[in-house]
Structures are given as structure tokens and as C-alpha cells.
């Protein structure tokens, strides 16, 4: 999508520090991280939330779990959080779909 920050990203268009990159995904740190570790998990293709994920679909973000699993054991990450927020209420500020990818400090639960 021409007007998409993400597919920009993935581009190379925008510059980012990448994380990890395949036929399927893209990973690169979150320019406001809000942990110490904090990196995003994108498909290639554009999909604009979890509300876009059909059958369809669906094995990309079966194999963005794999790479996120595969990336935290290489980085030693023994706990971490995963979100994707879907719609603003929830804070979804960039409309192509994203897992935040947290780790390194102590996190509440209930989010606020
Ligand atoms: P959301 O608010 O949609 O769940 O998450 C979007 C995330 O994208 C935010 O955490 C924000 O810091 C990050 N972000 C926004 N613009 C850029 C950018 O240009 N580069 C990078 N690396 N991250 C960005
Ligand atoms: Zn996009």
C-alpha cells in the first residue's frame, strides 16, 4: 500500500533498524522502544489488523509466531510480551498489521 509507513519500511524507503527479514516478514526495533527490548513483527504483505486475518491469510501469522518464537530463543528472552493492538481505542496508531515483541524489564498485568 503506497500511503502505508510499515510498507514503506519494508521497502527501504523509510530507513529502520531491521531485526530480521524473510520471504514473509519483516522485524525491526520500535523507534519508541518501551521496554529494552522492544521490536516489531510485520508480514510483507499488506494487512491492515488481527481484524483482516482470514483463512487466507492466516499462515502468515502462523509463521511470524515461528519467527518471533525462533528470535527470542536466540536472544536469550525467557519472558517476553506479545501485542498487537487492533483499532485506535486499543492503540493501533499504524494500520498495517504489527506484534510488539517486549522484554527486559517487570510488566503489569492488566495493561493499562
Ligand atoms: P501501534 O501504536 O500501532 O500498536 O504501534 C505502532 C508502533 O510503531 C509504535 O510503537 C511506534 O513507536 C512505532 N513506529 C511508528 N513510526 C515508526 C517508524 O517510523 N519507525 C519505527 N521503527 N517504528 C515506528
Ligand atoms: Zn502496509
Known amino acids: 500500500m503506497s500511503d502505508c509507513l510499515f510498507c514503506k ?4 524507503e523509510i530507513p529502520s533498524s531491521k531485526v530480521y527479514e524473510d520471504d514473509v516478514c519483516f522485524a525491526f526495533n520500535d ?15 499488506h494487512i491492515g489488523s ?8 492466516s499462515a502468515v501469522v502462523a509463521h511470524i509466531f515461528e519467527v518471533i518464537a525462533k528470535l527470542a530463543k ?11 493492538n487492533i483499532g485506535e481505542q486499543a492503540g493501533q496508531s499504524v494500520f498495517h498489521l504489527h506484534f510488539h515483541v ?8 492488566p495493561p493499562g
Not at 9 to 12: H, K, P, Q, R, V
Request: glycine residues 6%.
Open 74 to 84: 536466540e536472544k536469550g528472552m525467557e519472558s517476553y510480551r506479545v501485542v498487537s
Open 50 to 57: 488481527v481484524s483482516e486475518v482470514s483463512a487466507d491469510n
Open 102 to 109: 517486549l522484554s527486559g524489564r517487570d510488566m503489569t498485568w
Open 9 to 12: 519500511i519494508i521497502a527501504g
Open 31 to 45: 523507534i519508541a522502544p518501551q521496554a529494552p527490548t522492544h521490536f516489531l513483527v510485520i508480514p510483507k504483505a
